[in-house]
């Protein structure tokens, strides 16, 4: 089906300019949260953090080596966890730098802990598009990449994740993620996005 240039309805303004534009103005907003109430916002930041944290290390790894293969759920790993271990030590100090020395810990467990969460989901999920073994898959990959990421951090000597709530947050978080993406990984066979 082909559309003329003249064919444009409602829809097409509402969901191609009106939502995407509204979605980029929420996420300057949000960003600008700290900076603008003073310091006060903590609480958004934290919780920003951790959902871009979760869609880049965890969700993308996930995704790819459910719906795709380990091959490819490693690989987004490895760069996706390149990717967030390089924006992590520009916000919070390089290891490179001189700042922050035992910090390169921290980096190095961003980045095997998305590489495994992708390789192991791919790895067990085996191209199955069976939504249970999926499931299985994707707790048991997220689970363990928590469990190693904050058994990982803890042998930093700048690590803030600690006790009972660092460990509910590394690990809770990613199991949650683990039972959530294998929903969208489904979704995306059914369109035949599986290769």
Do not use: C, H
Not at 38 to 60: H, K, P, R, S, Y
Not at 144 to 155: C, D, K, N, Y
């Amino acid at each position: 089906m082909s559309l003329g240039w003249k064919e444009w309805n409602r829809n097409d303004i509402v969901y191609g300019i009106v939502a995407p534009v509204i979605v980029v103005l929420l996420i300057v907003a949000i960003s600008q949260l700290d900076t603008l109430g003073g310091g006060g916002f903590g609480i958004v930041t934290g919780i920003t953090m951790e959902l871009q944290e979760l869609l880049v290390i965890v969700a993308i790894p996930l995704l790819l080596g459910l719906a795709w293969n380990k091959w490819a759920g490693g690989a987004s790993g490895f760069i996706m966890g390149s990717v967030y271990a390089l924006y992590w030590a520009d916000v919070y100090g390089s290891p490179f730098g001189g700042r922050n020395t035992g910090s390169s810990t921290i980096l190095l467990g961003y980045l095997l802990s998305a590489i495994l969460i992708g390789y192991m989901a791919g790895a067990m999920n085996k191209r199955s598009d069976n939504f249970r073994r999926m499931i299985i898959s994707g707790v048991t990959a997220t689970t363990i990449g928590g469990l190693m990421l904050f058994g990982i951090f803890q042998l930093s000597p700048v690590n803030v994740v600690t006790g009972i709530d660092g460990f509910l947050l590394t690990v809770l978080t990613r199991t949650a993620s683990g039972a959530v993406i294998p929903i969208i990984a489904k979704v995306f066979m059914w369109y035949g996005v599986s290769i």
